[in-house]
T-cell receptor
Framework: GQSLEQPSEVTAVEGAIVQINCTYQ??????LSWYQQHDGGAPTFLSY????GLEETGRFSSFLSRSDSYGYLLLQELQMKDSASYFC???????????FGPGTRLSVLP | NAGVTQTPKFRVLKTGQSMTLLCAQD?????MYWYRQDPGMGLRLIHY???????AKGEVPDGYNVSRLKKQNFLLGLESAAPSQTSVYFC??????????FGQGTRLTVV
């Protein structure tokens, strides 16, 4: 099976940088993804790492270390609209089983 | 572009009633998933399918059944609803190495 751990809450101010960590245990590994979910909405895709290293997409970056079973999402130049829940997710079983972490609620303060 | 469409969006059931949630995707994705999300919690995988005619159990399959008779549709059934099944249900679709696209969710209340 799989298990993922994330901090439950993070608070930061506008313009700051925040890092959300994710550690995972899985019987196989096929990539680490990050999703954003605003209250009342559906999760939307942010980033995907299949290999070690940093992936950058605008203000968001994601990092993966497969040897440490660890990844993080880095959000720069925080804006109020970034207040949301952020989930890491792993695929295993050759990409079939897609399991999410418990989520990190980010609050961005003015 | 419709993407992933879930019906219904809201439903109230009495304990013991049955219902089927429908998920339809128009992206020709092989994989489809059903999740439930309880207040303040993450997404828990109920069942998934890796292709037409196939289904598999996820983390919390008890009390649910699924079918994937057509590639574009993935049905989630509750045979005898219980208050513990009150939740928001999300369907998602993807291919093996692509992002998952989610429907807007079905808010189910069992009284």
């Amino acid at each position: 099976g799989q298990s993922l751990e994330q901090p439950s809450e993070v608070t930061a101010v506008e313009g700051a940088i925040v890092q959300i960590n994710c550690t995972y245990q899985t019987s196989g590994f096929y990539g680490l993804s990050w999703y954003q979910q605003h209250d009342g909405g559906a999760p939307t895709f942010l980033s995907y790492n299949a290999l070690d290293g940093l992936e950058e997409t605008g203000r968001f970056s994601s990092f993966l270390s497969r040897s440490d079973s660890y990844g993080y999402l880095l959000l720069q130049e925080l804006q109020m609209k970034d207040s949301a829940s952020y989930f890491c997710a792993v695929r295993d079983n050759y990409g079939q089983n897609f399991v999410f972490g418990p989520g990190t609620r980010l609050s961005v303060l003015p | 572009n419709a993407g992933v469409t879930q019906t219904p969006k809201f439903r109230v059931l009495k304990t013991g009633q049955s219902m089927t949630l429908l998920c339809a995707q128009d992206m020709n994705h092989e994989y489809m998933y059903w999740y439930r999300q309880d207040p303040g919690m993450g997404l828990r995988l109920i069942h998934y399918s890796v292709g037409e005619g196939t289904t598999a159990k996820g983390e919390v399959p008890d009390g649910y059944n699924v079918s994937r008779l057509k590639k574009q549709n993935f049905l989630l059934g509750l045979e005898s609803a219980a208050p513990s099944q009150t939740s928001v249900y999300f369907c998602a679709s993807s291919n093996a190495d692509t992002e998952a696209f989610f429907g807007q969710g079905t808010r189910l209340t069992v009284v």
